[in-house]
């Protein structure tokens, strides 16, 4: 990430929740509500896979979350069901991400019932999924700026470190401004109201801005290595590159530069479609980029990402997690690996990765060839 000499290129993928639940003991509930079921899973995966870094891409929990149970159900693929006390539930699938059902349902806002003043940073994953005006947990409170995050929200980044020390990289993540809007309303509406009344929604987005800065510096602080934003659907699928300048760039910006103050680097998470915005991307400050789809899935060619900006910024990802990782025979993954180590790590600054989450079903024999293939490579140079 600093561009400093190195003795391989680094490995390290994002894997989707259900892979983690594919491929260790731990359970959907432990998973989704325990920062000991979490961090352990990112670790037990890590080293497996010979990674060289982590990415913690959910809070930490409450250690004390069991007050709020009823019961739990355990479906015979292994899902379970979770029955809180104030008749809310969650669904935790074997493989796939939790889905929050409270009792009384809460649908999404409109853009005239949204305060800005009442927005800092919202959550998705945590208990409870989202709400407006948002807070965390199941018990309703109204919490401050000054007095935001609850200390449990970064147990699970305290838990990986005192395991790992200096032994692998690792990174934090927090949902971009952007992220936040489509989420607060819902996509389509979100892309609607951007037409409808502008102004505010950038009230809205600097209001997100200076919450996700804020949690963004506080994980610079507890050690993390990196802080990645997840900006995923400010690719070309949902907006143009004037709305992209409009809209994501100068939040984002604001962000980095809040980050970088705390001497940490800090990259972005952007999906699919983003070969005509790799210049206005790195015009937000960030070090890096992660994901860089290539097609079908999205529209980056390494070798002219690797000239247009390679030299301004490092490359994480662009091997395709699904028609190749997910597809391919292990020796045709190593092959493609190789590839993409010989195009993106000249000049270093290169990070050898899928390009966006690996699918719960990847085989782990083509996730375990990638640690290979990057000393193959290191040794033949």
Request: glycine share 8%; with cysteine.
């Amino acid at each position: 990430m600093r561009r400093e000499p190195v003795d391989r290129v680094p490995v390290m993928c994002q894997l989707a929740i259900g892979h983690y639940l594919l491929n260790t003991d731990v359970t959907p509930v432990d998973l989704w509500f325990t920062s000991e079921g979490f961090a352990r899973a990112l670790i037990e995966l890590a080293r497996r896979y010979e990674f060289d870094g982590i990415l913690i891409n959910l809070l930490g929990h409450d250690p004390d979350w069991w007050r709020h149970v009823e019961r739990i159900e355990t479906a015979e693929d292994g899902a379970q069901t979770v029955f809180f006390t104030n008749g809310d539930t969650a669904w935790c699938p074997a493989d796939d991400n939790a889905h929050h059902k409270p009792k009384t349902p809460r649908p999404r806002p409109s853009l005239d019932e949204v305060d800005p003043c009442r927005l800092y940073y919202d959550d998705p994953h945590g208990l409870g999924g989202l709400k407006y005006p948002f807070y965390f947990g199941l018990e309703p409170y109204q919490p401050k700026p000054n007095d935001y995050w609850p200390d449990y929200l970064f147990r699970t980044v305290d838990l990986v470190l005192a395991e790992v020390g200096d032994t692998l990289s690792v990174h934090q993540e927090i949902f971009s401004p952007w992220t936040q809007l489509l989420e607060l309303f819902g996509y389509e509406n979100a892309l609607m109201y951007l037409l409808d009344d502008p102004d505010k929604i950038h009230a809205i987005l600097a209001a997100y801005t200076e919450g996700t800065a804020d949690l963004g510096v506080r994980m610079a602080r507890r050690c993390a290595d990196a802080v990645l934003i997840s900006s995923a659907f400010a690719g070309g699928g949902f907006i143009s590159p004037r709305q992209y300048e409009q809209f994501v760039l100068p939040y984002e910006r604001r962000i980095v530069d809040r980050i970088h103050a705390e001497g940490v680097p800090v990259y972005t998470h952007t999906c699919g479609e983003i070969g005509d915005r790799l210049e206005l991307m790195v015009e937000t400050g960030i070090d890096g980029i992660d994901t860089l789809d290539p097609p079908p899935l999205g529209s980056v060619d390494l070798e002219d990402a690797k000239q247009r900006v390679g030299d301004r910024v490092f490359f994480k990802g662009n091997i395709d997690a699904v028609n190749t990782l997910l597809g391919k025979s292990r020796e045709e993954v190593r092959s493609d690996a190789l590839w993409r180590l010989k195009v993106g790590s000249p000049g270093g600054g290169y990070i050898l990765s899928s390009a966006c989450s690996v699918s719960p079903r990847v085989p782990p024999e083509n996730l375990t060839v990638l640690a290979e293939a990057s000393r193959a490579f290191g040794t033949s140079e």
